[in-house]
Structure formats: structure tokens, C-alpha cells
């Protein structure tokens, strides 16, 4: 074991703060990483102020972060897919049971023996698992991603939870050319959405609460944006939509989206506020529409996901800012004030 920097949160009111974390030293199949960037997902939020407590208990102290990009320091005997030295990206997983059927699919994020990057049993130390808030993280190889060397590392570090998070419903779906496709909250998931359904071809609508955020939507490449609080906006849209991906952190009217989709159209959830939604059955039986959800993406997907990006040349528009400005990030993320991904440059935690 070694210690490792990190920012914690002792309870769900206490703010994130500087600390020591022990970390593994690499076994045979680990990477070691010099984490470089770490995004900030909402998720983070939700988690260090215990808002999911019914699903995922958080225990203290908790190091979020599932958004990571850095550079190899050590790789165990029997790594052959990174060096020192390399690029390396870890995203919401750091192991499965590699047996199960999910696995065997590539779909390891559903596996019943998965474990999240953090605030889960940690089979190596006996604690739970500590987060991208961090200098270092040592992880399984079969849980590190390459990145393309042509992608800014700020920009890039989002991909590996709101790049995938968007990128799998929307290919599970079958977004392509042709489709009308609903993002909802240009907040760091949603404008990768836009990005991504955008270059998928769609015909692109983003709903937002925000009326300010109207020529960034444009510009990351939707077609038409409604301001989803204007009824008569939304009314011209009812029954049009082939699918729609709710990207909201909070509570908002579920069934006034329902009523955009078309005989048949799907509305898949990645958002996950804290209460549940009241749906109407009516909007959902009269036109066959489905209500869904969906969970990340699995690592193969992931590493389609990076190429992808590496490809188009999309990153996330990110903020960057030191570990130090953490807190306040979270105050702004509750205020749906950030463009559009904050990216945590770790060199800040050497002085902290
Ligand atoms: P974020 O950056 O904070 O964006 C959320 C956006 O939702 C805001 O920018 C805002 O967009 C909109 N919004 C906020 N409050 C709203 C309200 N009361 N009514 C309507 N719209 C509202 O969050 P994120 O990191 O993208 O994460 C979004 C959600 O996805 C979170 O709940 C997170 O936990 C969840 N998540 C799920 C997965 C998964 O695998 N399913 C993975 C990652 C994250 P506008 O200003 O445009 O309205
Ligand atoms: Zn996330």
C-alpha cells in the first residue's frame, strides 16, 4: 500500500476538503496512473451528499470522480496493453466478474459483481472503493481505456462517463440519419448528446431550461432548441419525436416529454434525480411509446466511443479549474451553470 493525495467529503453536508488515501500497490494485472485531469459528473454531486440513499448508501469519507485521464507510472507483469508513460483513461468501473453472462456480452456494467470507481466494497483494501479526485489510481487492465492521441486531455476526461453515458442509448436506439431526436439539459451529459446525435446525423432538438443557452446548443450542433417551461414551444413538437434522452439531475415534468415521442418513440433516462417520477400511463398506452433507462456503457463500447471521438475530434467543452474551486463547482452545477464539463487539472492537489 501507498498514500495517495486526494479531496474527501467526511459527511454529506461537510464540503470536499484535502486528505490521504492508501492505495494498492499494482498487482500482476494493474495499471498504476498519474491521474492528469478528472471530470466533474453530477453523479459526483448526488453521491457526496448521500442523495441516492436508497440505491447506493455513500460511506465516508467518499473521493468521487469517475472521469480520469493520465499518464502510466507502473504496469504489472503480466500488462501488455500499456507502458509507462502511456496515455490511460478510466471511466465508472474498476472490475466485474468477467463470467457472467452481462460480461460475456461486453455489457459489464450490468454484471451483479461490479465495481463502481468508487464508494464500493473494495475487494483489495476490505474499505470502498476512492475516486478520480485523486493523484494516482491503480486499476485492473481490463478497466483502462486508451485514449486517442489526438484529443485534448482536459476535454477528453468527460468522455469516459458523459461521452459513454450518451453514446450507448443513443446507438442501443438506432439514432441515425433520418431520426428526430430529443436531448433534454445542456448540462455536461446532455451537450455531449447534442454532440453526438448531431454526428450520428439526426435531426437534433435540445430542450433546456436555460433560454441563455440557446446559441451554445446551436453551435454544439442542434437543430432547434425549445425552452421547455414555454407550453405553446412544446406543443408544436407533441407526438414527433422518434426518441428522446433525458439528461435532468433534478425534478421536472416527465410526462410533458412523454407526449413529444411518436407512435412507438422511446424516452430513455441517464438522469437520476433523487425522487421518483409520477408517469402517466395514458402517454404511454395511447401511442405504444416506451419509458427506459440506461446505465453507462460496457468497456468495449467505451473504447468505440473514445475512437469515435478520436475520429470526429469531439471532446467535451470543458472549464478547467484547480481542485481547490471543487465546492464552489458543486454550488454551480446545482444552478445549471457550467459550459459544460468542469475538468479537474490535478497538478493543483501537489500544492494542496
Ligand atoms: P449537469 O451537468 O448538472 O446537467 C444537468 C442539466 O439538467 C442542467 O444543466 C440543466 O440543463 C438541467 N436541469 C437542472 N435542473 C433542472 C430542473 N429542475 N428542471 C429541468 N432541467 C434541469 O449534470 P450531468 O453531470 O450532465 O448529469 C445529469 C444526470 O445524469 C445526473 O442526475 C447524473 O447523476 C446522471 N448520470 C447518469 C448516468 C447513467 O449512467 N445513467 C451517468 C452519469 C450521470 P438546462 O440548463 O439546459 O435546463
Ligand atoms: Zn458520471
Redesign the pocket.
Same mark, same amino acid.
Given at each position: 500500500m501507498y498514500n495517495a493525495k486526494a479531496f474527501s467529503a467526511a459527511s454529506a453536508t461537510s464540503p470536499l476538503a484535502s486528505t490521504q488515501i492508501a492505495r494498492r500497490d499494482p498487482t500482476d494485472t494493474d495499471v498504476q496512473i498519474e491521474i492528469v485531469f478528472c471530470g466533474i459528473?453530477?453523479?459526483d454531486l448526488?453521491q457526496v451528499r448521500n442523495e441516492w440513499s436508497g440505491v447506493m448508501p455513500t460511506v465516508y469519507p467518499c473521493v468521487p470522480g469517475h472521469e480520469i485521464v493520465g499518464r502510466v507510472t507502473k504496469v504489472g507483469s503480466g500488462v501488455k496493453k500499456f507502458k509507462v508513460g502511456d496515455i490511460a483513461a478510466v471511466g465508472?468501473m474498476v472490475d466485474s466478474d468477467g463470467t457472467c453472462p452481462n460480461c460475456k456480452e461486453g455489457l459489464e456494467q450490468f454484471c451483479p459483481n461490479l465495481t463502481l470507481t468508487y464508494n464500493f466494497p473494495d475487494k483489495h483494501t476490505g474499505g470502498v472503493t476512492y475516486g478520480g479526485y485523486s493523484d494516482s489510481i491503480v486499476v485492473d487492465q481490463r478497466f483502462v481505456l486508451k485514449v486517442p492521441s489526438n484529443l485534448d486531455l482536459a476535454g477528453a476526461a468527460p468522455l469516459l462517463?458523459?461521452g459513454i453515458?450518451t453514446f450507448s442509448p443513443l446507438h442501443h436506439w438506432g439514432v441515425t440519419k433520418g431520426k428526430k431526436v430529443g436531448i433534454?439539459?445542456?448540462?455536461?451529459?446532455?451537450h455531449m448528446g447534442v454532440k453526438f446525435a448531431h454526428a450520428l446525423g439526426a435531426h437534433v432538438v435540445?430542450?433546456?431550461?436555460?433560454p441563455g443557452?440557446k446559441d451554445d446548443a446551436l453551435r454544439l450542433g442542434a437543430d432547434e432548441v425549445v425552452i421547455?417551461k414555454n407550453a405553446d414551444e412544446m406543443a408544436k413538437h407533441a407526438g414527433s419525436f422518434d426518441f428522446i434522452l433525458d439528461? $435532468?439531475?433534478?425534478?421536472?415534468d416527465i410526462n410533458a416529454l412523454l407526449g413529444l415521442l411518436r407512435r412507438d418513440g422511446n424516452l430513455t433516462?441517464?438522469?437520476?434525480?433523487e425522487k421518483p417520477f409520477p408517469v402517466s400511463a395514458f402517454n404511454l398506452i395511447f401511442a405504444r411509446r416506451s419509458l427506459s433507462?440506461?446505465?453507462?456503457g460496457g468497456i468495449a463500447e467505451t473504447q468505440e466511443m473514445l475512437d469515435f471521438c478520436g475520429k470526429h475530434n469531439i471532446t467535451a467543452d470543458v472549464e478547467v479549474i484547480p481542485i481547490q474551486k471543487v465546492n464552489e463547482a458543486y454550488e454551480r452545477?446545482l444552478k445549471?451553470d $457550467?459550459k459544460?464539463?468542469f475538468s479537474i487539472d490535478m497538478a493543483s492537489l501537489k500544492g494542496a
Open positions: 459528473c453530477h453523479s448526488h465508472c462517463c458523459a453515458t433534454v439539459g445542456l448540462g455536461g451529459l446532455g435540445l430542450f433546456t431550461t436555460s443557452k421547455s439528461a $435532468v439531475s433534478a425534478d421536472h433516462l441517464v438522469g437520476a434525480p433507462g440506461s446505465l453507462i452545477l445549471a $457550467v459544460y464539463r
